[in-house]
């Protein structure tokens, strides 16, 4: 597989150095991309450059993920409006590991194979470095007047003048270039690749190893994923779509694919699955004859899901997904953890209702209607559940005598209430 020809047709370059395409084509190449480790879970604004390095290792050359724990003390000034907060080593190590164990369902790290993937920390051979080394030794190499040149730093140093940029942002393409001059010593590291944002710190580094070493390095950057609506790509309401299952649950993660506009999917599918070119051309006709199936939005939340946590989390999603069109089953609602129950029945109304009453048991009719207002009246409670109207946790009430105690509550607090077809109620037990 020709690696830069696979990005070319998925929309995933934004801008390459003249010759990358021709050193991919004469020997194995490694290739890095650099992630910060702000968090002890990758987002999926990350996953662009994690499938760039996906792509390279199935091409059959190397990638390393560089962690940038030196780099995260000081914080990359590309895109941003303001300092951001610096860790500590301590938590560095732990987002660390964790995001090595993400990326381990992406890339192959153990196989012994010529192209295995690495993970390297850039702390490691910037923490014994001295300040008067590194000027001497890698400052002195870079004009202030190509530093400044950078749409990174003009940008901030156009802005509010309270802002400014700080000497450790300024340094940091200085920072960023001596990692690639150090990997391609190292390492043999020949590419480095990003977001469309940092090319001037990767071009930096490009220029570092031809001015120190007389060696030839290459830059490859992808566009900054933008949604079709003006939105940030990545973003809810809650905040970022997480990849640890903690943050983002995966039933969460699959339906934020699932809503995705049908020009965005198009984008999508091709950007953030592995699917052959000629069966992404054929989903999108498909999906063109009747939108309205939402082809593309299944698919691709499928392969990403899968990818991503697995064949049963996402089995699970899809499952989940049907309680809200009646599909659901009592079965499926006991294996709910409470942030998937929450995301599923986000927005139906929540009444609560006493625990210790519930302890002794509560007749139905008294539940619904004196308890909750799940309806306004007793009699019109037992008209609606004799007439088959009225289901608890996805089980139809047969009686208007019935009543319910503990053994009703979903994680030991809720109750879910069906009114015909379309009409949820949550009952929290507190």
Known sequence: MNFVEELKWRGMIHDIMPGTDELLAREMTTAYVGIDPTADSLHIGHLVGVMMLKHLQVSGHRPIVLIGGATGMIGDPSMKNAERNLLDEQTLRHNQECIKKQLSSFLDF?????????????????KDISFLDFIRDIGKHITVNYMMAKDSVKKRLSGDAREGLSFTEFSYQLVQGFDFLHLYRTKNCKL????????????????????IEGGEAFALTCPLITKADGGKFGKTESGNVWLDANRTSPYQFYQFWLNTSDEDA???IKIFTLLKREEVEALIEEHAKAPHERLLQKRLAEEITVMVHGRDAFDF???ASQILFGKGTTETLRKMDDTTLLSVFDGVPVFEVSKAALEQGVPVLDLLSESSAVFPSKGEARRTITGGGVS???????????VVNTSALLNGKYILVQKGKKNFYLLLAQ
């Open 110 to 126: 153990s196989s012994g194979k010529p192209n295995q993937a690495e993970m390297v920390n850039n702390y490691d051979w910037m």
């Open 192 to 211: 480095q690749m990003g977001g469309s944002d940092q090319w001037g710190n990767i071009t930096t580094g490009t220029e570092l190893i031809r001015r």
């Open 266 to 268: 198009v984008k999508y």
């Open 317 to 319: 999603a899809v499952e």
């Open 392 to 402: 608890i946790n996805k089980e139809k009430l047969e009686s208007v005598d019935t």
